[in-house]
């Protein structure tokens, strides 16, 4: 099989799995915080119909916010444009945005990231890249609260990507020998770190710790480069800063409850890390590693590097890694949202490629003559073996996957599926039409309190909750602040579920 044919099957399977993904999005509907940030939009909207004057809100309302409430301005600027205030039947734009976003991040970041770093053949970058992309999507955690929710997907799921974004113009600015690609890539990274520092405090902090460790070691190197990198980190930073001291930090603070303390932050963020990577490292997704290590293998044997200190490299990214927890700990606890579960996942991905490349890397220059570690490098050069061994894995990772599987009854006495892989969870909700359901009960809902003058509104529970898409409901009591949200954008005294 030429490796060309394994390029082709592996994309067309990462399209054939998005199909899915972005059908199902099609009935996706806001929830709890998309109501809460959209109030005063959506009824800009319904006055005006001028997007200019609803942009015009959301930026007003982004400085109130600040002082009010939480610093993260340009999470909030973009919460406050969910796309169901110009109309719930436009919601299903959300899941385009992020869905999209994040695919694209991924695989360019991966792709780039091998090409430039560590000098990888196009063939071996495509592979990791869709490979790695594909994973990460099919096993995450709650897929609802990364692409099919706005509020917490933009506000995670987007900037995760952004960063990601970032990361391959910094390795352009790096890596490019072209001074009109640099100097494009540091203009357009300038605007995009101060964006990203503004968002959610995870990325935020992760990006900024990132970019201060390259420009400090190009400025150790003594490299040009290093000016532009300082700019982008310093405005990373200043971003950061901003976001940060941020008066209404303070009011949320108070209402959550008081700081952990940095000390047991810190302890909470290495012992997450470390769970993370346990629990993200399922038998299919470690099955999708060993197939890569031929890969990995022969990129760090051809990559020219030394790979002297596994341990060290292993130990420096591990705190890197866990740094985008401590944010969440400090502040709440151990309160942890999905949303953000979601992207410590994501970017276990990224922890794992380069960590495998570089012990790949120190077995090839300590054993470069071990019969093993040769045959390991040049596992896929032999056409035969390439067949077998990518035969092989792909077996085995639907083996694993299945094994995820279990089958339970239903309470409408039949079968229900829980572990299913997101592509196929999507595809079964669309196929036993819980999906449409779904979408049919919260269209009536919104019909309903948009054209009902009685001020205290009682609606029927859902009776399906499809779980790709599926986020939360508000409840049988009024006064829960799920509810609180649907009746301030409704304009109702009170909401809730009939017993």
Excluded at 25 to 30: F, K, R, S, V
Excluded at 31 to 52: A, I, L, R
Excluded at 416 to 433: E, K, N, P, Q, T
Aim: glycine share 8%; with cysteine.
């Amino acid at each position: 099989m030429k490796k060309r044919t394994i390029n082709i099957i592996l994309i067309t399977v990462f399209i054939i799995s998005l199909l899915p993904l972005y059908y199902i999005g099609g009935y996706a509907h806001p929830s709890v915080d998309d109501y809460y940030y959209g109030v005063e939009t959506s009824q800009v909207w319904q006055n005006t119909h001028s997007v200019s004057a609803v942009i015009s809100e959301a930026f007003e309302l982004t400085k109130t916010t600040y002082n009010e409430w939480q610093g993260n301005f340009a999470a909030i600027f973009l919460m406050r444009l969910q796309p169901g205030i110009f109309g719930e039947q436009y919601y299903v734009i959300a899941p385009i945005i992020l869905i999209t976003a994040f695919a694209v991040s991924m695989l360019l970041f991966f792709y780039v990231l091998l090409r430039r770093w560590f000098g990888a053949g196009r063939t071996a970058a495509l592979v990791t890249s869709v490979a790695v992309t594909f994973t990460a999507m099919q096993f995450t955690y709650v897929p609802s609260d990364s692409f099919y929710w706005y509020n917490g997907g933009i506000y995670y799921t987007f900037f995760f990507s952004l960063m990601l974004f970032l990361f391959i113009l910094v390795t352009m600015l790096i890596k490019s020998g072209r001074a009109p690609v640099k100097a494009i890539c540091a203009i357009t990274a300038l605007p995009l770190a101060f964006l990203i520092g503004g968002g959610n405090y995870a990325t935020a902090l992760f990006t900024s710790i990132i970019l201060v460790l390259l420009t400090a070691y190009h400025i150790y190197k003594k490299q040009r480069v290093s000016i532009p990198l300082a700019f982008i980190a310093i405005v990373s930073l200043a971003a950061l800063g901003i976001s940060v001291a941020a008066p209404g930090n303070a009011v949320r603070q108070a209402s959550v409850g008081g700081s952990t303390g940095i000390i047991k932050a810190l302890a909470y963020s290495f012992a997450y890390g470390g769970y993370n990577i346990a629990s993200a490292s399922t038998v299919p997704v470690i099955i999708m590693w060993i197939g890569l290590l031929p890969v990995f293998s022969r990129i760090a044997a051809k990559s020219g590097f030394k790979f002297r200190h596994p341990v060290i490299i292993l130990i420096f990214t591990f705190c890197i890694y866990c740094a985008q927890g401590t944010p969440v700990f400090y502040a709440q606890g151990l309160r942890m949202p999905y949303r953000m579960m979601n992207i410590i996942y994501f970017a276990y991905y990224g922890f794992m490629t380069i960590n495998l490349i570089y012990i790949m890397g120190w077995l090839h220059s300590r054993f470069a003559d071990n019969g093993v570690v040769r045959l390991l490098s040049d596992f896929y050069e032999n056409s035969k073996r390439r067949l077998a061994g990518f035969a092989v894995i792909l077996i085995c990772f639907a083996v694993g996957c299945v094994g995820l599987i279990t089958v339970n009854e239903a309470e409408d006495g039949g079968v229900s599926f829980d572990g299913l892989v997101l592509s196929l969870d999507a595809a079964y909700s669309i196929a036993d039409g819980s999906a449409a359901g779904y979408d049919a009960e919260l269209s009536q809902r919104a019909d309903y309190l948009s054209s009902s003058t009685d001020p205290n509104a009682i609606l029927p529970p859902l009776s399906v909750t499809p779980s790709p898409i599926f986020h939360t409901d508000i409840t049988a009591d009024a006064g829960n602040w799920k509810n609180a949200h649907l009746a301030l954008y409704y304009n109702k005294t009170s909401v809730r579920l009939s017993e």
